[in-house]
């Protein structure tokens, strides 16, 4: 009888600690996945700031080139001999 209730107990125990150890598992997993998608959002991030960061260069370029053609104009009419 103490045999039984020996073995009964060290399955019970062998069966706590296998389910103790899979749910380690599955919330490592999920505090991973978790990481993942903070890389993810950060790196998201940077590329939309590496876009925005491209698109004032052009932004700042066109308005170089509109402000020679603007002094381009003022010097062309302002010379009455350029018609």
């Not at 150890?21 to 700031?49: P, Y």
């Not at 066109?62 to 104009?73: C, D, G, M, V």
Request: hydrophobic residues 45%.
């Amino acid at each position: 009888m103490l045999d039984i209730l020996k073995t009964k107990l060290a399955i019970a125990a062998a069966v706590l600690g296998l389910l103790i150890t899979v749910g380690g598992g599955f919330t490592k997993f999920g505090e991973i996945n978790a990481r993942l998608e903070a890389v993810e959002k950060f790196s998201k991030g940077i590329k939309e700031i590496s876009e925005v960061d491209t698109k004032v260069k052009i932004n700042i370029k066109e308005i170089e080139l509109l402000k020679l053609q603007i002094r381009e104009l003022k010097a062309s009419s302002g010379n009455p001999l350029s018609n």
